[in-house]
């Protein structure tokens, strides 16, 4: 009998259950008939963005980090839900915004940026 193939749905299923609440990361996997090992690769590929469904283009949640009055960090959180969009400053004429794929990439998109090409750049670094 060959390994069992898990697919990017169910290995996303068995980590949202690990994130919940009380849960046991040792129980989630034995119950699943998962190693806990592989089950904690698993968790830290979905925190890195690394879990997203093929045809996904959704963009992924982000946690926005203020350094001053003036400045804000933008980083990537994985798993999070989604929130409604907020302006950071409001009124604030800034239009450039830093994104960062942890060991990946790190890009700076200027006001005015091409929507199209920003697009397909994202797209191609959450695969």
């Not at 003036?70 to 980083?75: H, L, R, S």
Request: charged share 25%.
């Amino acid at each position: 009998m060959g390994r069992k193939r898990w697919s990017v749905e169910e290995k996303r299923r068995i980590v949202e259950l690990t994130l919940l609440p009380g849960a046991s990361v040792a129980r989630v996997a034995q119950a699943e008939g998962v190693n806990a090992n592989q089950v904690f690769l698993w968790r830290r590929a979905y925190r890195n963005g690394e879990m997203l469904p093929a045809d996904s283009t959704a963009l992924l949640p982000v946690m926005i980090e203020a350094e001053d009055a003036g400045d804000a960090e933008i980083t990537l959180a994985s798993g999070a839900a989604p929130a409604a969009p907020e302006p950071l400053f409001p009124g604030s004429p800034s239009g450039a915004i830093h994104i960062e794929f942890p060991g990946r990439a790190a890009i700076s998109v200027e006001r005015g940026a091409d929507r199209a090409l920003l697009r397909t750049i994202l797209e191609s670094l959450c695969r």
